[in-house]
């Protein structure tokens, strides 16, 4: 009889505390949303008995930001209906792999009396934003001079304090206002053009109708000309310096505005590769 009375005893004892509900609380790993933050709730825990006399589970802490990447021990407390508590420890691990939302904007620039236009970060970043925060931006190209006369691709790099990153790419118009003594040579290994137009009206009116670089040396060599819209489309290219861009694009009329064009070429004897781009302006 005295045996039974102890067996009954000690079961009593075990259905009426906490421990007894047969809780897994395992290790997790999170990621910071958009809005920098991360939480966790009751099914990050799984109650494996499915005991009834659980009445609550209270997580001390269930939100995190940038401040807890990485590891964080957490501890819950599970109460049962007779108000008996028992608790369980957890390391909740915190990441954060979103990318910088990169926002980046045209621009333009003029030369200066030195012949040379500096810009920074802060003519090309148009908003950029991070869920945590932004630890560098970068230009790939900080310094431009007579050369760069036209448009230029300049690509931005941000980085956030985690190593995530990502790019955006502007267009830099460069501008000279300045007079200055060009000195030209001819030669075999010297390509000359007389100019690159800024605008034309393909209208069919027979005057300026087809957009292409006038050459002074019509025996170059890997000629290409290339023309794009603002979205980095190719709408144009040749290889024959006698063709030019009507203003269509697969044969339909494009609309009036801001084109990018490129012009790669080389001497006669296929050395000393040059490269422009600019701006040219569709008038109709």
């Given amino acids: 009889m005295k045996k039974l009375l102890i067996l009954l005893l000690s079961t009593f004892v075990l259905t009426n505390n906490?421990?007894?509900?047969?809780?897994?609380f395992e290790k997790a790993t999170i990621y910071l949303n958009a809005f920098g933050i991360a939480v966790i709730d009751n099914s990050f825990i799984k109650n494996v008995s499915n005991n009834s006399s659980v009445y609550s589970m209270f997580i001390d802490k269930d939100t995190f930001t940038d401040e807890e990447i990485g590891e964080n021990w957490v501890t819950l407390t599970v109460t049962d209906?007779?108000?008996n508590e028992d608790y369980y420890t957890s390391i909740i691990t915190v990441m954060d792999t979103l990318k910088p939302v990169v926002n980046c904007q045209d621009a333009l620039v003029y030369l200066n009396a030195s012949?040379?236009?500096?810009i920074d970060n802060s003519i090309i970043n148009n908003g950029s934003k991070?869920?945590?925060s932004i630890s560098n931006i970068s230009l790939d190209k900080y310094i431009f001079d007579i050369e760069s006369i036209g448009g230029n691709w300049v690509t931005i790099t941000v980085t956030?304090?985690?190593?995530?990153v990502d790019h955006c790419t502007?267009?830099?118009t460069v501008l000279d206002t300045f007079d200055r003594a060009i000195n030209t040579v001819y030669s075999d290994s010297i390509i000359s053009?007389?100019?690159?137009?800024?605008?034309f009206t393909p209208n069919n009116d027979g005057v300026n109708d087809v957009f292409t670089p006038v050459s002074s040396d019509y025996a170059i060599k890997n000629y290409e000309f290339s023309v794009y819209n603002l979205s980095r489309e190719m709408i144009f290219k040749t290889n024959s310096n006698s063709e030019g861009w009507n203003g269509n694009f697969r044969g339909v009329e494009i609309p009036?505005?801001?084109y990018v064009w490129t012009l790669t070429t080389s001497s006669k004897g296929g050395n000393n590769i040059q490269s422009q781009k600019g701006y040219v302006k569709l008038i109709r």
């Fill in 81 to 83: 209906i007779y108000g």
């Fill in 130 to 132: 991070d869920n945590s």
């Fill in 170 to 172: 502007s267009i830099l």
């Fill in 193 to 199: 053009y007389a100019y690159v137009p800024n605008a």
């Fill in 160 to 164: 956030d304090i985690h190593g995530n």
């Fill in 256 to 258: 009036e505005g801001d």
């Fill in 18 to 24: 906490a421990k007894s509900a047969d809780i897994v």
């Fill in 115 to 118: 012949g040379e236009a500096v």
